[in-house]
C-alpha cells in the first residue's frame, strides 16, 4: 500500500496541460522533497522533476511541479502523443531505513 | 551513463538467483547505489540501497532477510543475491543509481532496462 496517493487515470488531449497530483499521509510529503518519474511503457522509469520542482538536464520546461503541505503536482503543458506514460511521485519513508516510497502510479492518455 | 541488469530468468520457488547490473559511463564508486522491482502491471517497489563503500545497507521489509545487495566498486558492479524466492517476487528488477545534485534522498537519475525474474513452478 503507497503511502503517497496518486489519480490511477487522467487524459486530455494534444496541445491541452495536464496536472496529476501526489497526496501523503502524515509527514511523508510535507516534510521531504518530492520527484516524479515518466515511464512509457516496455522502458524503465526515467527522472522528470526532482527536490520538488527542479528538472534534470534534458527535461523540457512543459514539465513542472510543485508541492504545498501534505499535497504535490506535476504540471504538463502543450501536450504530445509521446507523453503518454505512466507517471510516478516519490520520496522517502519516515526514516533513510525504510528507503525510497512511491505513488501507486498515474496513466496519462494523451487523447 | 549506462546501467544492465543481467541474470534474471525463471526460477522454482524456494530457489536462488542472483542479479548484476554494470555500470559504466560515470564513477562507480562516487555513486550510491539501490535495486527496485516492478510486478507484472503494478507499480514501482524500492528494494535495496548500498552506500558508497557498503558500509551501509537497507532492506525493504518484503525481501529482508532473504535478499543480499552487495557492490565490487573495482569491477564496476552491483549485485542483489535473491534466495528463498516467492512467486510475488516475479518482477522486472531494476538497478537505479542516486543522484548527487539532489538536496533530498533516494532520488534515482538513472536506471537499468531491467530484468525479468519470473518465479514458478
Known amino acids: 500500500q503507497s503511502v503517497l496517493t496518486q489519480p490511477p487515470s487522467v487524459s486530455a488531449a494534444p496541445g491541452q496541460k495536464v496536472t496529476i497530483s501526489c497526496s501523503g499521509s502524515?509527514?511523508?510529503?510535507?516534510?521531504?522533497?518530492i520527484s516524479w518519474y515518466q515511464q512509457v511503457p516496455g522502458t524503465a522509469p526515467k527522472l522528470l522533476i526532482y527536490?520538488?520542482?527542479k528538472r534534470p538536464s534534458g527535461i523540457p520546461d512543459r514539465f513542472s511541479a510543485s508541492k504545498s503541505g501534505t499535497s504535490a503536482t506535476l504540471d504538463i503543458s502543450g501536450l504530445q502523443t509521446g507523453d503518454e506514460a505512466e507517471y510516478y511521485c516519490?520520496?522517502?519513508?519516515?526514516?533513510?531505513?525504510?528507503?525510497?516510497?512511491f505513488g501507486g502510479g498515474t496513466k496519462l492518455t494523451v487523447l | 551513463v549506462q546501467l544492465v541488469e543481467s541474470g534474471g530468468g525463471l526460477v522454482q520457488p524456494g530457489g536462488s538467483l542472483r542479479l548484476s547490473c554494470a555500470a559504466s559511463?560515470?564513477?562507480?564508486?562516487?555513486?550510491?547505489m539501490n535495486w527496485l522491482r516492478q510486478a507484472p502491471g503494478k507499480g514501482l517497489e524500492w528494494l535495496s540501497y548500498?552506500?558508497?563503500?557498503?558500509?551501509?545497507?537497507y532492506y525493504a521489509d518484503s525481501v529482508k532477510g532473504r535478499f543480499t545487495i552487495s557492490r565490487d566498486n573495482a569491477q564496476n558492479s552491483l549485485y542483489l543475491h535473491m534466495k528463498s524466492l516467492r512467486p510475488e517476487d516475479t518482477a522486472v528488477y531494476y538497478c537505479?543509481?542516486?543522484?548527487?545534485?539532489?538536496?533530498?534522498?533516494?532520488?534515482?537519475?538513472?536506471w537499468g532496462q531491467g530484468t525479468l525474474v519470473t518465479v514458478s513452478s
Open positions: 548500498i552506500g558508497f563503500g557498503s558500509g551501509t545497507i
Open positions: 559511463g560515470f564513477t562507480f564508486s562516487d555513486y550510491e
Open positions: 527536490d520538488n520542482n
Open positions: 537505479a543509481r542516486e543522484a548527487t545534485n539532489s538536496s533530498g534522498y533516494y532520488v534515482f537519475d538513472s
Open positions: 502524515g509527514s511523508s510529503i510535507e516534510d521531504n522533497y
Open positions: 516519490g520520496t522517502w519513508g519516515i526514516s533513510l531505513r525504510t528507503g525510497g516510497v
